[in-house]
């Protein structure tokens, strides 16, 4: 999804009264400012028109007692028409409930939408055979991250000069009872950072400075995408996580790294 173009909206249903805010977004754990785009529906004609009258659009961690007031822009879409798109600078955080609130002379509209927690990772016992494979756990998960990938930096000592080396893992993974688990082969992903760097395997001087599993996960509001009937716009949230790997002396021996 992105927020500014074009968007299916769906026809207006009955039981929802007009005039109904639809709201077309998410909050992004990734990203520092946060954008949604706001319409309005009205019964008279069943399609969206641009809210053009004193109105405002607030957001609200919900139990924190506080709130932030977004910033609006008019915005033009593909087919011409105008709508608002509003913003606000803040980064979701992991296990909060979110309330999105638009107010105008005409009515009040409310949708909510709770950030997933992060979940903990818990480090297995590392297999050490002729390569190094870490196992790792992510608790409460029941099913694979849509996308999993682990983070190198490495720091080349002759010049303190640093890299950041990030390999997507589209297929690892298993359930077991402690979470969602799956492999960091270390050995392999240590062979392919040094041939990206141009170091010889006997090379021993590289500092490795830090492993980081990375993956995103989607509030409970994607899943309602696909249902036939269900209340005009989207407003949903993804968290973005990022989870330290520790590597202790004897494996960076082996893996000739400091």
């Known amino acids: 999804l992105t927020v500014g173009c074009d968007m299916q909206v769906e026809p207006f249903v009955e039981e929802f009264e007009a005039p109904v805010h639809v709201v077309d977004g998410f909050l992004d754990g990734s990203e520092q400012v946060q954008r949604v785009r706001v319409q309005k529906l009205r019964r008279v004609d069943a399609r969206p028109t ?18 932030l007031v977004w910033n609006d822009s008019l915005i033009t879409l593909g087919d011409g028409s105008l709508a608002h798109q509003f913003s606000a600078a803040f980064v979701p955080q992991p296990g909060v409930r979110y309330q999105l609130t638009i107010t105008d002379d005409e009515a009040e509209t409310a949708v909510s939408t709770t950030v997933p927690d992060e979940p903990l ?53 298993r359930r077991r009872f402690e979470g969602w688990e799956f492999d960091v082969f270390l050995t392999a992903d240590r062979r392919r950072i040094g041939n990206e760097l141009d170091r010889p395997e006997s090379d021993t001087t590289l500092v490795l400075e830090s492993v980081t599993v990375n993956f995103d996960l989607f509030s409970s509001e994607w899943l309602e995408l696909d249902l036939p009937v269900r209340e005009p716009g989207f407003f949903g949230s993804v968290g973005s996580y990022s989870l330290p790997v520790s590597v202790d002396a004897a494996v960076r021996a082996i893996l000739r790294v400091q």
């Open 50 to 67: 641009p809210v053009l009258g004193e109105y405002q659009v607030t957001s609200s961690a919900v139990g924190s007692g506080s709130s």
């Open 121 to 173: 990772l818990s480090e297995l016992v590392t297999q050490i055979t002729t390569v190094v494979v870490q196992p790792v756990a992510l608790s409460g998960l029941t099913e694979a991250p849509p996308e999993l990938s682990v983070s190198y930096v490495v720091v080349e000592p002759e010049d303190s000069s640093r890299h950041t080396f990030d390999y997507t893992y589209t297929t690892a993974g």
